[in-house]
């Protein structure tokens, strides 16, 4: 799967907005700006929200 890779500026803009407090963590936004999921990488719910956009999509080992 392609998609972009954001790595954050040292002064920490997003963590910042999106109020991210521990690593890792997980931002997925569609291009219209709207969050999806906002967690932990680990979490099924990811996986919920990555079928929201592309249904044929399986998580590793499933």
């Keep these: 799967m ?3 890779w954001l ?8 963590s910042t ?3 991210i407090k521990s690593i890792p963590a997980m931002v997925l936004v ?3 700006g709207k969050v999806q999921f906002f967690g932990h990488p ?3 719910d990811l996986w919920k929200a990555l ?5 044929g999509i399986e998580a590793p080992g499933s």
Excluded at 51 to 55: A, G, L, N, S, Y
């Design 2 to 4: 392609k998609m972009p």
């Design 7 to 14: 790595v954050e500026p040292e002064d920490r803009p997003y």
């Design 17 to 19: 907005v999106l109020e």
């Design 30 to 32: 569609t291009p219209d």
């Design 42 to 44: 680990q979490s099924p």
């Design 51 to 55: 079928k929201k956009i592309d249904p």
